[in-house]
């Protein structure tokens, strides 16, 4: 596993988790590219074209076989672009969008069973899980400035290693969004491939640290700082700044109620608005998982009745009516991090509050809202009928925000000059290359 502080010289293996043992997945269909490229390391044993894992009584059985542990390496004599093909893996755990993908990897997999499911663990070298990463975040059609300052920061982030959410089972990173998308070669190009290849090695430097690289996909047109989504010091590139090229208007304080609400019915022009790219032509540049949507400026509707039977689903709150969802604190980028909601239960006041961005997030959507940078509206009447969530951006705002990469690379801004946007003051510096590595 890598550790935080390390800063490596020569290109790393690392961990990436495929399956994990919260998905509770039982079965796996592996296909092997080409034939007989691979082995059973336990036995020796080559495999033909495919296998179909089950987990049965706490081991993973194939072909009348069984074993606690299973590995699967590739054979010196394969070939470069041997892969393996894995179906399903879910993608979007715990978002809207989640769905169950086929992908297609290289290196090696170990298998073992895990509170009663699969733990699948794709061993590889940094750089070739970065080819995949770049086309699984952002779509291979993405302009090679784009392409290469999303690899950067992937490879930072990860080498920073300082979230590690998976630690205690020995992995590096998982393949989905709460660590960061590995959705396997599908998606790679030439094209795509020169992203990677052009930055190999490459990392932003804090100082002697490297740049714990946070991003999400689509800021709204403010980006957030760190410690109003995470706890604990942060870095000094993390800072509350437009998404634009025009410095802001210092009068504008977004964590104010009344010039969130006017700054979001305004919409200043943003590297990630429709100024930039229209919102149409998205699709064409997202990530395969990602759905098609309002990313900049968005609404949502609950009635009464949906708003109480989330709040006693993802809170365990029950209230016979809600009054009102007041903010209580908001971020520099107008991300509410304090919500109280105010209901009545039996006649009888009832107040819960929510004490961050994540957690208002994970309350207010069954799939996790969109963006906690948002204001209500609710019906006159009292208890209201509706409540509308006016929101901006997706994600929690920290640091690169990948829609607003992508309209400064189609507006003709080169990689370092997304970079130096999103993370200023950071320095980029080359750890190791093709050669040393």
């Known amino acids: 596993m890598l550790k935080r502080g390390d800063i490596p010289r020569t290109e790393p293996r690392i961990r990436v988790g495929l399956v994990l043992p919260e998905d509770h997945q039982t079965t796996l269909h592996i296909t092997f590219s080409p034939p007989r490229s691979y082995q059973i390391r336990e036995t020796g044993i080559p495999v033909s074209e495919s296998l179909s894992l089950t987990v049965e009584e706490n081991r993973i059985r194939w072909e009348g076989a069984s074993s606690d542990r299973l590995t699967l390496r590739r054979l010196p004599s394969a070939s470069v672009d041997t892969s393996l093909r894995l179906h399903p893996v879910r993608a979007g755990r715990g978002f809207h969008w989640e769905k169950h993908i086929p992908i297609e990897v290289t290196g090696d997999l170990i298998l073992s069973v895990v509170e009663g499911g699969m733990l699948v663990v794709n061993e590889l070298p940094l750089e070739d899980y970065l080819m995949s990463v770049a086309t699984s975040e952002m779509g291979a059609e993405c302009p090679t400035a784009l392409l290469e300052a999303q690899t950067i920061v992937a490879r930072s982030w990860l080498l920073a290693a300082a979230e590690q959410k998976h630690r205690r089972w020995d992995l590096d990173a998982c393949n989905d969004d709460c660590c960061q998308r590995y959705q396997g070669r599908g998606h790679i190009t030439p094209h795509s491939r020169r992203g990677v290849l052009n930055t190999y090695g490459q990392v932003l430097m804090v100082g002697d640290e490297i740049c714990d690289a946070r991003y999400s996909k689509s800021c709204g047109g403010m980006t957030e700082r760190f410690e109003n989504v995470w706890p604990g010091p942060a870095q000094s590139c993390f800072r509350a700044l437009p998404d634009s090229a025009t410095p802001p208007d ?51 509707t609950y009635s009464q009745e949906e708003l109480c039977r989330l709040l006693r689903d993802q809170l365990g709150l029950n209230v016979d009516f809600v009054e009102e969802l007041q903010p209580l604190k908001r971020g ?9 909601i105010r209901g009545v239960r039996e006649g009888q006041p009832v107040r819960s509050v929510l004490e961050s961005e994540y957690e208002i997030r994970r309350v207010l959507h069954r799939g996790f809202l969109y963006s906690s940078a948002f204001f209500v509206e609710s019906t006159p009447e ?19 925000c990948q829609i607003g990469a992508l309209g ?19 320095e980029l510096s080359t750890l ?5 590595s």
């Open 382 to 400: 009292q208890p209201p009928s509706r409540f509308t969530l006016h929101g901006a951006g997706w994600g929690h705002g920290v640091g690169l």
């Open 250 to 300: 210092p009068a504008l304080r977004l964590s104010q109620e009344q010039d969130f609400q006017r700054w979001w019915t305004e919409a200043p022009p943003s590297f990630c608005s429709p100024s930039y790219i229209p919102e149409p032509d998205l699709p064409r540049y997202l990530g395969s998982v990602d759905e098609a949507g309002s990313y900049f400026r968005w609404t949502l």
């Open 408 to 426: 400064m690379a189609l507006a003709g801004y080169s990689s370092q000059d997304i970079l130096r946007h999103y993370y200023p003051g950071t």
């Open 332 to 340: 520099e980028s107008g991300r509410l991090i304090r919500l109280a």
């Open 432 to 436: 190791y290359t093709k050669d040393s």
